[in-house]
């Protein structure tokens, strides 16, 4: 970056506060009291993000009968779901892309899934007037290199060949008076396929609908380890043990306590922005009427948004994994990747010059080798897992969630009928060479940015067994 550029970005983020803007809102609720003694039900859920809640309101809705408990290690929302970018795709397989690839032969019936369950989100946000600034805006994959407009255009002529998606290609002056930037060069518009929220609003209004339905919720308590007790399942806590016949772990990026459910995801560190509210000259200056959620189409890609109240999240890029998958609250701050995020933003927005940074924040992201979430069971069926959902898990949790039911009541459902649900994805080594590799994708991934998209040996060799890195 340039000397002036870099000084612009450095004064824009000043005064930026180091947490979550989702999170650093009046309307945080209160935690609720740990769990002190036993506890006896029907489903234990652990964990306190959109899994476990919607886990716990799914199986209420299912059977209101069922005595559902959740106990979360720290505070409802406070991790990943408090801070993600707030795009909630319908897509079940990290994108349309990743999806034919990976599972062709099944891929009409995930995208119908998929869709429905976007559909039943949105209903869900209606029934229970949560209060989460959702807007089915949908979403622009825009091309900011002229490799990248290749490769829009072909994928539109592909899913189109294919019957999937319904894109609509934008060309340059299309896509710049739907949201204007000198850097764009065209893109894809998805109009159902996503909606935008208020990720922290999202989880905090699960949590009032569980509770409304009689779900018992303990915070601050880590389910500490689990074992057979009876017919059913004993997980300890710090002051109490939990006995429930059946448990659906949404522990995310956290140790699961399925040990052999570990080397399935590593932590990704992921890195956005929040502007201060745009004022009427700034917002016409951009234009974004539609309110998209946009995307570029590099690698190293960054994700943008307009909030309620008009202002821009900027997000993406660097994708850090720190060595030995170390979960460590030091790395939610990093201030060159907020350096750097902030004079892209300003490249891509040069009619934006003086917006000043209100929040930088980071978080880690459960990436496994398909990119796409994976499901199983343990315990002989009582205990059902749902992890691996690779930055994009806002919409695909509750459909995990779905599928976390289905597995415990050992009935095969169309979900669980699905070889997307029924396959793991491939492990990651031990140190050194997870890091080894995952370094060695990351740089060359960088390089195929920057030489024309052109994929070295190893990206290809990569390509091929079906594995990857992403955030
Ligand atoms: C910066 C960032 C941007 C992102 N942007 C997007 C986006 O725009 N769109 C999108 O679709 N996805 C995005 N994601 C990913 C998305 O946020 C996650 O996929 C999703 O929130 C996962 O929800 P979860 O409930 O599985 O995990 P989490 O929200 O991480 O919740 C897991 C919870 O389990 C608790 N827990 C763990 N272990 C235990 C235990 N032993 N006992 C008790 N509690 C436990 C944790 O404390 C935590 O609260 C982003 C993620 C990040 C970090």
Redesign the pocket.
């Known amino acids: 970056m340039a000397p002036d550029a870099m000084r612009t970005a450095a004064h824009s983020l000043s005064d930026a506060r180091p947490l979550s803007y989702w999170l650093d809102d009046p309307g945080k609720p209160e935690a609720l009291p740990a769990l002190t003694g036993d506890e006896r039900c029907d489903l234990l859920v652990?964990?306190?993000?959109?899994?476990?809640?919607w886990t716990a309101l799914l199986a209420k809705e299912r059977d209101p009968g069922r005595d559902v408990v959740l106990?979360?290690?720290?505070?409802?929302?406070?991790?990943?779901?408090?801070?993600?970018?707030?795009?909630?795709?319908a897509s079940l397989t990290h994108g349309l892309a990743n999806g034919v690839e990976r599972w062709p032969e099944e891929i009409g019936k995930l995208e119908e899934l998929g869709a429905r369950n976007l559909d039943a989100i949105e209903e869900t946000v209606a029934r229970y007037s949560l209060d989460c600034d959702f807007e089915r805006t949908g979403e622009i994959d825009v091309a900011t290199e002229p490799h990248q407009l290749g490769e829009l255009r072909a994928w539109h002529r592909r899913t189109g060949e294919l019957g999937l998606g319904g894109l609509e290609f934008l060309d340059r002056d299309q896509v710049r008076d739907h949201v204007d930037s000198p850097t764009f060069l065209g893109g894809l518009l998805d109009r159902r396929g996503v909606a935008m929220l208020h990720?922290a609003k999202l989880?905090w209004g699960l949590k009032e609908a569980c509770l409304g339905l009689g779900v018992r919720i303990y915070e601050n308590?880590?389910?500490?380890g689990l074992a057979r007790s009876g017919a059913g399942t004993a997980v300890r806590?710090p002051y109490g043990r939990v006995f429930a016949r059946d448990v659906a772990l949404?522990?995310?990026?956290?140790?699961s306590?399925v040990r052999r459910v570990r080397p399935y995801t590593v932590p990704v560190?992921?890195?956005?922005l929040m502007t201060e509210p745009l004022d009427a000259d700034r917002l016409a200056s951009v234009g974004w009427r539609g309110r998209e959620g946009l995307g570029d189409s590099a690698n190293q890609f960054h994700?943008f948004r307009l909030s309620a109240d008009n202002r821009i999240l900027w997000?993406g890029y660097d994708a850090v994994y720190p060595y030995g998958g170390r979960l460590d609250s030091s790395l939610d701050q990093r201030p060159e990747t907020f350096l750097k995020l902030a004079g892209q933003f300003f490249a891509c927005f040069p009619q934006l010059s003086g917006v000043r940074f209100t929040h930088a924040?980071?978080?880690?992201?459960?990436t496994c080798s398909r990119f796409s979430a994976f499901y199983g069971t343990a315990l002989r069926g009582r205990v059902a897992y749902?992890?691996g959902?690779?930055?994009?898990?806002?919409?695909?949790?509750r459909f995990?969630a779905e599928v976390m039911l289905d597995l415990l009541s050992g009935r095969e459902t169309e979900r669980t009928a699905l070889r997307m649900v029924r396959s793991k994805p491939m492990p990651f080594p031990p140190e050194p060479l997870a890091w080894a590799g995952i370094e060695l994708t990351k740089r060359s991934l960088a390089r195929a940015d920057s030489h024309g998209g052109h994929r070295n040996a190893w990206l290809r060799t990569m390509d091929r067994l079906g594995l990857g890195f992403d955030s």
């Open positions: 652990v964990g306190g993000g959109y899994s476990g809640l106990i979360e290690g720290h505070e409802v929302g406070w991790a990943a779901s408090g801070r993600n970018g707030g795009f909630c795709a990720p989880v308590t880590r389910g500490l806590t949404g522990t995310n990026i956290f140790p306590l560190y992921d890195y956005a994700y997000g924040w980071g978080g880690a992201i459960d749902a992890a959902y690779t930055g994009l898990g806002v919409g695909a949790t995990g």
